[in-house]
């Protein structure tokens, strides 16, 4: 005969002010979990929604990351001719781009932190999935730029019109662009050449962007490219580069992150176990009843153990409320590939959640078997006796 859940929820409150103290602090350790995960997650979500499947990169040798690659102009010329590049107007669909960095001071960082700064034409813009929140396009051959939408809403002097000093001389914010919560919302766009010229690269740049006829075409185009001695260069998917900048920006986070949840949670365990000891202690009479009544040691343990679950569920509940205002909250991150930083929305959805509750039973369990083994395991006689 099992002991009923009522016995077990009527305890928690009767002792409402213990429980709450053990929640807190097993709340805390869940709400720091649900944060970082909630960042790895947005951060994910950010490069998994950048890159087009059928758009390949090219760079030179080696090279994997856009900032510390050199691919020139000859280099481009034999590049955007090779089969399977699909063309538009006659002329293939194929990007030359130079890829620099520069400082913007932000609200959290008035010192400055470094963005992105891509120099492209206007048929690499044909390549890519985006909508112009503000303005328009930047012009070719002139100092403007557009800027993307987490950058605009960062950093307080990045607003239509205004001017920003980088380069040889002042460049014009003339377009805000939305491109669906990828990495491009970081970024700020100018004309290619313009931009080499301003950071004296007028024949070296960084990489090209081919955007294939087909998946078939994708697939082939890396083979064929590195293969060309002429070329030296290594390719990728646009897709696969993305995803190897996750695994650099992400992991420092989520390992670090977890690292302190880890120590926390050893911390929480403890409390629930204390708070489950002194419990059992004060139960003692109760215990001893309860085998008197017919309750087994089975069903005592059970109950003290569901006891202990229970109250590590409210703390994984509080925990869930605290940290659910941090959604969607606007942050960045460094990327030690492209020394830049990275704007993402923090993501705490259904499934960072139901790990942060599942994180907090695993934490009543740890810290409520032993304290139910020693209350299954009291003698009637000898529990009747304690005070």
Same mark, same amino acid.
């Given at each position: 005969? $099992? ?12 002792? =409402? ?68 590049? *699909? ?13 620099? !960095?520069?400082?913007?001071?932000? !609200? ?17 813009? *044909?390549?890519? =999935? ?22 605009? %809403?960062?950093?307080?002097?990045? =607003?239509?019109?205004?001017?920003? +000093? ?56 890396? =083979?064929? /490219? ?8 290594? !390719? #990728? ?12 920006? $992400? ?12 120590? #926390? ?5 403890? @409390?629930?176990?204390?708070? #489950?000891?002194?419990?059992?202690? +004060? +139960?003692? %009479? ?22 202990? /679950? /229970? ?20 942050? &960045? ?31 009543? @369990?740890?810290? &409520? ?5 020693? @209350? ?12």
């Amino acid at each position: 005969m $099992a002991i009923p859940i009522s016995y077990n929820i009527r305890n928690l409150i009767v002792r =409402k002010t213990t429980t709450l103290m053990t929640g807190a602090g097993i709340a805390m350790t869940i709400a720091v979990l649900l944060a970082v995960l909630g960042l790895v997650s947005g951060l994910q979500a950010a490069f998994e929604t950048s890159g087009d499947p059928l758009n390949v990169l090219v760079m030179r040798k080696g090279g994997n990351a856009e900032l510390t690659s050199l691919l020139t102009q000859e280099q481009f010329q034999i590049v955007k001719n090779f089969p399977g590049i *699909a063309s538009k107007d006659g002329q293939p669909l194929a990007s030359l781009e130079v890829v620099s !960095v520069i400082n913007l001071p932000s !609200v959290e960082n008035p010192q400055g932190s470094n963005v992105t700064l891509r120099g492209l034409s206007h048929r690499g813009l *044909a390549m890519r =999935k985006f909508n112009i929140l503000s303005g328009r396009p930047f012009q070719e051959g002139q100092r403007e730029i557009m800027v993307g939408k987490s950058i605009a %809403k960062r950093y307080p002097n990045v =607003k239509m019109g205004k001017q920003l +000093r980088f380069g040889k001389g002042l460049w014009t914010i003339v377009g805000v662009m939305d491109a669906h919560g990828s990495s491009t919302d970081s970024e700020i766009w100018a004309d290619g050449p313009q931009v080499a010229a301003d950071f004296n690269r007028p024949d070296t740049y960084s990489s090209a962007l081919l955007h294939a006829t087909d998946e078939v075409s994708a697939a082939a185009l890396p =083979k064929a /490219l590195e293969s060309d001695r002429r070329l030296n260069v290594t !390719v #990728m998917s646009e897709k696969d580069y993305y995803s190897a900048q996750t695994a650099v920006s $992400a992991a420092p986070v989520k390992y670090l992150g977890l690292f302190v949840c880890l120590v #926390m949670a050893v911390g929480s365990c403890f @409390a629930a176990m204390n708070t #489950m000891y002194a419990s059992v202690a +004060r +139960r003692a %009479k109760e215990v001893g009843t309860l085998r008197i009544l017919g309750f087994t040691q089975g069903s005592i343990l059970l109950s003290f153990f569901l006891e202990s /679950l /229970l109250l590590s569920l409210l703390g994984g509940l509080i925990a869930c409320v605290v940290v659910l205002p941090l959604n969607s909250i606007t942050t &960045g991150v460094g990327n030690f590939s492209t020394f830049s930083e990275t704007s993402f929305n923090i993501h705490i959805g259904p499934e960072v959640m139901l790990t942060g509750l599942f994180f907090s039973l695993v934490l009543g @369990a740890v810290g &409520g078997l032993l304290p139910a083994m020693q @209350a299954a395991r009291k003698e009637i006689l000898t529990a009747l006796r304690e005070v």
